[in-house]
């Protein structure tokens, strides 16, 4: 997935001026976007080095004896994207700035969901919050990438001009490290002194939606891929998306892609939530949510009780499912390995 990116994943969407909020029971406004349904991807344009309008000055050395006028540390997670994805990994940035005006950070990060991809000349952006989809890529780091290539640390020191220092001090900043699942970012941090953090993870899963998962029966090509995880303060991530779609989805209890918990004895069962969604074209949709469980909720999902759902015109009770279990399939690396196999790699980019 060199040039776009597969599911879900910033897609993506638009990126806030700080970390994202919440969603719950709310589907957000549909926005046409131009991609090709075989890529399933959201590509975003980003400026680079001497491309974008605002210039950075040359990177310094790291001084340990500059003084430093402002430091914290931020987490890095795909919580923290608009919308959030689902991704396993995670990473902290160290950030300070000294008193000639030089940005220092320094991270690492860990355990993505798929490898790291260069974008735009590289796979660790910092960014600027704009009016755009994705803010405008400022700077891009050298990563010294771990053996696996899920993972890996860096740091720079930049100089900031009087523009880029307001814009820094006023919060506007923030990092974003991308894979090729997740080619418009998989994590993020913002860089803000009151920056949240988020909790470890309880559980994850990642799977594939299909007709064949329907307790009745289908006739659709449509497939898919989503991944959950769940945190330890009981916070639900969610992000997926499927093509070849038969029809439009249509919204059937107030939604049209739905987490659904299951009767005791039944293989289908109540409507918990409603996803966020959105079309990529005619006949793939992109969805993802965000809540927070109850400890039952939770214990529920953990005993592979919750299943997603999405329904269309033509398969009112639902054209693809997704049950959340550990069985079979249902890890991160086979569905990613899975999606790459089944690729003509000179001449398709990957899903999402």
């Given at each position: 997935?060199?040039?776009?990116?597969?599911?879900?994943?910033?897609?993506?969407?638009?990126?806030?001026a700080g970390?994202?909020k919440?969603?719950?029971?709310?589907r957000?406004?549909?926005?046409?976007?131009?991609?090709?349904?075989?890529?399933?991807?959201?590509?975003?344009?980003?400026?680079?080095?001497?491309?974008?309008?605002?210039?950075?000055?040359?990177?310094?050395?790291?001084?340990?004896?500059?003084?430093?006028?402002?430091?914290?540390?931020?987490a890095?997670?795909?919580?923290?994207?608009?919308?959030?994805?689902?991704?396993?990994?995670?990473?902290?940035?160290?950030?300070?700035?000294?008193?000639?005006?030089?940005?220092?950070?320094?991270?690492?990060?860990?355990n993505?969901?798929?490898?790291?991809?260069?974008?735009?000349?590289?796979?660790?952006?910092?960014?600027?919050?704009?009016?755009?989809?994705?803010?405008?890529?400022?700077?891009?780091?050298?990563?010294?990438?771990?053996?696996?290539d899920?993972?890996?640390?860096?740091?720079?020191?930049?100089?900031?001009?009087?523009?880029?220092?307001?814009?820094?001090?006023?919060?506007?900043?923030?990092l974003?490290?991308?894979?090729?699942?997740?080619?418009?970012?998989?994590?993020?941090?913002?860089?803000?002194?009151?920056a949240?953090?988020v909790?470890?993870?309880?559980?994850s899963?990642?799977?594939?939606?299909?007709?064949?998962?329907?307790?009745?029966?289908?006739?659709?090509?449509?497939?898919?891929?989503?991944?959950?995880?769940?945190?330890?303060?009981?916070?639900?991530?969610?992000?997926?998306?499927?093509?070849?779609?038969?029809s439009?989805?249509?919204?059937?209890?107030?939604?049209?892609?739905?987490?659904?918990?299951?009767?005791?004895?039944?293989?289908?069962?109540?409507?918990?939530?409603?996803?966020?969604?959105?079309?990529?074209?005619?006949?793939?949709?992109?969805?993802?949510?965000?809540?927070?469980?109850?400890?039952?909720e939770?214990?529920?999902?953990?005993?592979?009780?919750?299943?997603?759902?999405?329904?269309?015109?033509?398969?009112?009770?639902?054209?693809?499912?997704?049950?959340?279990?550990?069985?079979?399939?249902?890890?991160?690396?086979?569905i990613?390995?899975?999606?790459?196999?089944d690729?003509?790699?000179?001449?398709?980019?990957?899903?999402?």
């Open positions: 997935m060199d040039s776009s990116w597969r599911a879900s994943v910033d897609h993506r969407l638009p990126q806030g970390p994202p919440r969603t719950e029971h709310r957000r406004p549909y926005q046409p976007r131009s991609s090709t349904m075989r890529t399933m991807r959201w590509i975003s344009i980003s400026l680079i080095g001497a491309a974008a309008t605002l210039q950075w000055g040359c990177g310094t050395e790291l001084d340990p004896t500059d003084d430093v006028t402002l430091s914290y540390s931020s890095l997670a795909g919580d923290f994207m608009e919308p959030s994805v689902a991704s396993t990994g995670r990473g902290k940035i160290d950030v300070a700035l000294d008193d000639d005006d030089t940005l220092r950070i320094e991270g690492d990060f860990d993505l969901v798929a490898d790291l991809r260069s974008f735009g000349g590289g796979a660790v952006h910092l960014r600027e919050d704009t009016d755009d989809e994705i803010g405008r890529s400022l700077f891009t780091f050298d990563v010294e990438v771990d053996d696996d899920r993972g890996g640390n860096f740091s720079e020191a930049i100089d900031l001009n009087a523009d880029q220092l307001q814009a820094f001090r006023a919060g506007r900043y923030y974003t490290v991308h894979s090729v699942a997740y080619p418009d970012g998989e994590l993020r941090a913002q860089l803000n002194e009151s949240p953090d909790s470890g993870i309880d559980d899963w990642g799977m594939m939606l299909t007709p064949e998962a329907e307790p009745h029966n289908v006739d659709s090509d449509a497939e898919g891929w989503m991944w959950a995880i769940l945190r330890r303060d009981n916070t639900l991530v969610i992000s997926g998306v499927v093509d070849d779609l038969s439009a989805p249509v919204e059937i209890n107030g939604g049209a892609v739905n987490l659904h918990d299951t009767d005791e004895d039944e293989n289908t069962g109540p409507l918990l939530f409603n996803l966020d969604y959105e079309m990529i074209d005619d006949n793939s949709v992109r969805f993802w949510y965000t809540a927070t469980l109850s400890t039952e939770s214990l529920r999902m953990k005993a592979d009780d919750f299943y997603v759902n999405v329904v269309t015109e033509n398969n009112r009770d639902g054209e693809v499912r997704a049950d959340i279990t550990h069985e079979d399939r249902n890890f991160f690396e086979e990613w390995d899975d999606v790459m196999d690729r003509d790699p000179t001449t398709e980019n990957p899903p999402f």
